[in-house]
């Protein structure tokens, strides 16, 4: 089945304490991207990725790192987690201008 | 003045009414349009592309309007699984996704 996953899906944390959320798709795709949703704000992205070793900013990428590696994986690190960036988090992918696939979401909270 | 710009609703209709919803976009550049669809805190799902000679999908119909840089997207017999945010999507000049903040929709019995 074709899918994007992510892990984990719920994640509660504490301030200052590193962390990675994974992204991973079976579709081949070059294109991968992180998005980070907030009410009233819409869907924000926050990198993206045009292929392997290819990673570039996104509107809100302050706080956050990513790597691609591998054409599948595109893991969301952040290195010092502040309460601001408690959100709920999508990770997706697609070949060039042709349909977007999301992953499930992970909810992030930053007490 | 945002690239995508939606009416965010939400829209209260009663099951069986027609709604129609209107994207705005900024960058008349803009090659590929799309309208996805997003239930309460789950992922955004693709539910159609826009074509420049309109498109239908049973009940939904999609139009675009290059020359006035809007699409539209028609629900027809309005179900009340059909309550979800409706999200405006543009692919811009340089190959970018471009979100709409989403038009809240809730059919009710």
């Known amino acids: 089945e074709a899918q994007v996953t992510q892990n984990p899906r719920y994640l509660i944390t504490v301030t200052g304490k590193k962390l990675t959320v994974t992204c991973s798709q079976n579709m081949n795709h070059e294109y991968m991207s992180w998005y980070r949703q907030d009410p009233g704000l819409g869907l924000r992205q926050i990198y993206y990725?045009?292929?392997?070793?290819?990673?570039d900013k996104g509107d809100v990428p302050e706080g956050y790192k990513v790597s691609r590696k591998e054409k599948r994986n595109f893991p969301l690190i952040l290195e010092s987690p502040s309460p601001n960036q408690t959100s709920l988090y999508f990770c997706?992918?697609?070949?060039?201008?042709?349909?977007?696939?999301f992953g499930p979401g992970t909810r992030l909270t930053v007490l | 003045r945002k690239e995508v710009e939606q009416d965010p609703g939400p829209f209260n209709v009663p099951e069986g009414a027609t709604v129609a919803f209107n994207c705005t976009y900024s960058?008349?550049?803009?090659?590929?349009f799309f309208w996805y669809r997003q239930d309460c805190r789950k992922e955004p799902k693709l539910l159609m592309s826009?074509?420049?000679s309109g498109n239908e999908d049973g009940r939904f119909t999609a139009q675009l309007n290059r020359a006035s840089q809007y699409i539209s997207l028609l629900i027809r017999d309005s179900k009340l699984s059909d309550s979800a945010t409706y999200l405006c999507?543009?692919?811009?000049?340089?190959?970018?996704?471009?979100f709409g903040q989403g038009t809240e929709l809730s059919v009710k019995p």
């Open positions: 990725s045009m292929n392997v070793e290819v990673t």
């Open positions: 999507v543009v692919y811009n000049q340089g190959g970018k996704l471009i």
């Open positions: 826009v074509y420049s």
């Open positions: 960058n008349s550049a803009s090659q590929s």
């Open positions: 997706a992918s697609r070949r060039a201008s042709d349909t977007q696939y």
